[in-house]
């Protein structure tokens, strides 16, 4: 079973920058990919970034040059630096993963999810 846990959310203006957490637990970390993942209100949880094992990343077009996802698999954590933040930025934060499999993360379709976190972003 893995386990994973969100932290870093909150209120910031726009402009700013936000950095979450994503901690794993329950099996080798450095086999994992990782994705992070968003849900406003009234609208369909949408794929933000994810990171391969083998450290391949792809972005949403929304957030591409302003988000970057990142691991330290000494820490048994994934991250999202997320700068020049914009109020349609605004939603839930979900961490995801899968042992190995890029594509299901992608599509959302990966068996691990984490709790979300909320992330705010005011005019």
């Known amino acids: 079973q893995v386990q994973l846990v969100e932290s870093g959310g909150g209120l910031v203006q726009a402009g700013n920058s936000l950095r979450l957490s994503c901690a794993a637990s329950?099996?080798?970390?450095?086999?994992?990919?990782l994705g992070w993942f968003r849900q406003a209100p009234g609208k369909e949880r949408e794929f933000v970034a994810v990171m391969s094992w083998t450290s391949r990343t792809y972005y949403a077009d929304s957030v591409k040059g302003r988000f970057t996802i990142s691991r330290d698999n000494s820490k048994n954590t994934v991250y999202l630096q997320m700068n020049s933040l914009k109020p349609e930025d605004t939603a839930v934060y979900y961490c995801?993963?899968?042992?190995?499999?890029?594509?299901?993360?992608?599509?959302?379709?990966?068996?691990?999810w984490g709790q979300g976190t909320q992330v705010t972003v005011s005019s």
């Open positions: 329950g099996r080798p970390f450095s086999t994992y990919a």
């Open positions: 995801a993963a899968d042992v190995g499999s890029l594509n299901t993360v992608v599509t959302g379709q990966c068996p691990y």
